[in-house]
């Protein structure tokens, strides 16, 4: 079965440096999202990105973030700047046009 | 502004027992509600998705019910087993020009054998 797969799986970083999180979705997705997860809250949406254009972006997706669908297969999030405040772990959705978003298994990404 | 909040937060069960996890919301005009596994460190595992014109969505042991106009979804799991033991998570997607799913904060299921 097809799936989302996202690399890598752990990412350590010092404050300041820049991340690239990547991700391949599912091959015949249109709709790809980033969704973050700090440890012991809740799922937030960072971006959607359809068409190669971010379709829609939450408070937290300030300028230190980017997203880049450079090929065909991958999907990635950069990460300008980190800050303590980043650390958590990191998912990939996509879906086709029908509505069921399907999730990577994340990155868990640690700013030290 | 939506906000999804599951009851319990956290449950303990012996094997082969019958459960419910509940979902609440606070705005109806939602388009579709998704229930989701994540077993620890993990990804997110899509279980079951409801739209919003629909009452219930069955999978295997799973039955997952939707009432739009009160705000609620129950997840149904009958015959629990072990292997259920995860975080149970529900997402909804409001309606209008927006893609993203607003997630609850989850219920941590564990299957006592």
């Known amino acids: 079965e097809p799936e989302v797969t996202q690399t890598p799986s752990h990412q350590v970083t010092q404050m300041g440096q820049e991340v690239i999180l990547r991700c391949v979705p599912i091959s015949n997705h249109l709709y790809f999202y980033w969704y973050r997860q700090i440890l012991g809250q809740k799922v937030e949406f960072l971006v959607s990105f359809y068409n190669n254009e971010i379709s829609e972006k939450s408070e937290i997706f300030d300028d230190q973030f980017s997203v880049e669908r450079p090929d065909g297969s991958n999907f990635t999030l950069k990460i300008r700047s980190t800050k303590l405040e980043d650390s958590a772990m990191y998912f990939c959705?996509?879906?086709?046009?029908?509505?069921?978003?399907?999730f990577g298994p994340g990155t868990r990404l640690t700013v030290t | 502004k939506q906000e999804v909040t599951q009851i319990p937060a956290a449950l303990s069960v012996p094997e082969g027992e019958n459960l419910v996890l509940n979902c609440s919301f606070t705005d109806s005009a939602i388009y579709n509600l998704q229930w989701f596994r994540q077993d620890p460190g993990k990804g997110l595992t899509s279980l079951l998705l409801i739209q919003s014109s629909q009452r219930e969505q069955t999978s295997g042991r799973l039955n997952a019910s939707l009432d739009k106009s009160s705000g609620r979804s129950t997840l149904y799991i009958a015959a629990s087993q072990p292997g259920d033991s995860a975080t149970y998570l529900c997402a909804v997607k409001n309606g209008g020009a927006t893609n993203k799913l607003i997630f609850g904060t989850g219920t941590l299921l564990a299957v006592q054998p």
């Open positions: 959705a996509s879906r086709a046009y029908k509505d069921e978003q399907y």
